[in-house]
């Protein structure tokens, strides 16, 4: 009987972790960029996209690996976003023409694990 409830358990998590793929997938589009951290426990799922104003947008997805889930989702106009280390990515976006510096940001992933 354990078995039986194990293999139901393990369907049922490997179902999850496609309904988090799939919600990836729709929100950034079958072309997403991705990139893990340097031990595998994060991805980084990114697209742009230029707005009405044919300004581009990229959006992103963080998804914990051990579960599939979403922990982090945003988006940054004339931007970009990496891995600055294992459990952190910086947010930069450009403040325009004529701007010295940009606004960056960082994003702590430790609290997700």
């Known amino acids: 009987m ?12 490997s179902f999850c972790a496609m309904a988090q793929i799939n919600v990836v997938e729709e929100r950034l589009g079958k ?6 951290n340097n031990d ?13 104003s044919g300004i581009p947008v990229l959006n992103y997805v963080i998804v914990r690996n051990a579960d599939k889930k979403i922990v982090v989702e945003g988006a ?10 294992t459990y952190e990515l910086e947010e930069s976006r450009s403040l325009g023409a004529g701007q010295a510096q940009g606004q960056k940001r960082k994003i702590d992933l430790r609290p997700f694990l």
């Open 2 to 13: 354990f078995k039986i409830g194990g293999v139901v358990l393990g369907l049922l998590i």
């Open 31 to 36: 072309d997403a960029k991705k990139s893990s």
């Open 40 to 52: 595998n426990t994060f991805t980084l799922y990114q697209a742009s996209k230029e707005n009405a």
């Open 76 to 85: 940054v106009t004339m931007g970009a976003i990496e891995w600055t280390a």
